[in-house]
């Protein structure tokens, strides 16, 4: 029976644990091989810089080999919805394309963004589970509606990197403000990369920034379940940030605006001053918290240059740290030496 990695969640609180110090292994450079002759296809349905690099760099670096399709830029453009008449602008359907990758793969990778106008719909991660039902070997999620599990294995990993025991400490994971509503799936994951290290979160955004609300009940279980960790919500952003030992800078846009880009705009331009500043990271605990976000990220929209420039952004340890814990998830769903 195949194991995909849809969601950190889906696999035990053991399985992550032995992930994380797998990577720690692997960043130290104590794992060579353990990929030879193995390849990951990747299915890119919309853009990426560090996913794609660290999985491509990751196989090489086993003895690997990825291969990384776009559909509709030099693949065949994919239709995705279920029993439709295909006389339109796709060619090939997800369910060909996910078993025929299956034949030559020995995992497949897929990012999917939310699409469409209906959250209700989008957050069934339809296209994910397509590809994951119709593809016989393992699925990785490269970040769909719902979730960037990678993003959050690398998170969680910089986190414990960074701050050494997490539990206790304060995480704050801050709303900015952005010229369009992005998907939520990396502050969910942020957030519960958080509450699974025992961290007290609290979501600094302003009213009406809801976050799915099964999201947020999974966020508030992982850290019940982690012992001691709390989820707080704060519509004051300096004063949720002040004595903060991490700082995640994310606009996402609200759940109840999905699909209504008027409304959204609206909403967002009530509260352009939503930005992490270098003064809100001097108000952390000791003046020393680390600033953190999963890029790309636009300067002096949702960050300040002085911060991302400066000693306590880590932004850059994250992005390196997304190949250490996908070298450790590939060797342990596909590697050789399992
Ligand atoms: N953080 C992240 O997933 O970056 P990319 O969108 O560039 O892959």
């Avoid at 994910?128 to 999620?141: G, S, Y």
């Avoid at 004063?239 to 800078?249: L, R, S």
């Amino acid at each position: 029976m195949k194991r995909d990695f849809l969601a950190v969640e889906d696999w035990s609180r053991a399985d992550v644990e032995s992930l994380l110090s797998l990577a720690a292994r692997v960043k130290r450079g104590e794992i060579d091989g353990g990929l030879e002759r193995k390849v990951l296809a990747m299915v890119f349905l919309d853009p990426s810089l560090r996913t794609r690099t660290s999985f491509e760099t990751g196989m090489f670096l086993h003895g690997g080999h990825a291969v990384v399709l776009e559909p509709g830029k030099g693949s065949w453009a994919l239709e995705t919805e279920d029993g439709v008449v295909m006389d339109r602008d796709t060619v090939e359907h997800v369910t060909e394309a996910a078993r025929v990758l299956g034949r030559y793969a020995d995992a497949l990778a897929v990012r999917a963004f939310p699409r469409g106008s209906d959250w209700a719909t989008a957050r069934q991660d339809a296209i994910l589970a397509q590809f994951a039902r119709h593809c016989e070997k393992p699925v990785i999620n490269l970040e769909s509606s719902r979730r960037h599990p990678c993003q959050e294995l690398a998170d969680a990993f910089t986190l414990r990197e960074q701050l050494g025991e997490t539990r206790g400490k304060r995480f704050v994971l801050t709303w900015a403000w952005h010229p369009k509503a992005l998907p939520s799936a990396v502050p969910v994951s942020a957030a519960l990369a958080a509450a699974r290290m025992g961290m007290d979160v609290t979501i600094a955004a302003p009213p009406g920034c809801d976050l799915d609300p099964e999201d947020v009940g999974c966020i508030e279980a992982l850290a019940s379940e982690a012992g001691g960790g709390s989820v707080t919500v704060d519509h004051d952003q300096a004063a949720a940030i002040e004595g903060a030992d991490a700082v995640y800078a994310k606009s996402w846009g609200p759940v109840s605006l999905y699909g209504q880009p008027e409304a959204q705009r609206a909403w967002f331009d009530q509260h352009r001053t939503w930005r992490l500043t270098d003064g809100l990271m001097r108000s952390t605990r000791g003046g020393r918290g680390i600033a953190m976000h999963c890029l790309p990220v636009r300067r002096n929209v949702e960050i300040d240059d002085a911060v991302l420039d400066g000693p306590q952004s880590v932004v850059v340890d994250e992005a390196e740290n997304r190949l250490h814990v996908q070298r450790a998830l590939l060797l342990t769903m596909i590697g050789s030496r399992r």
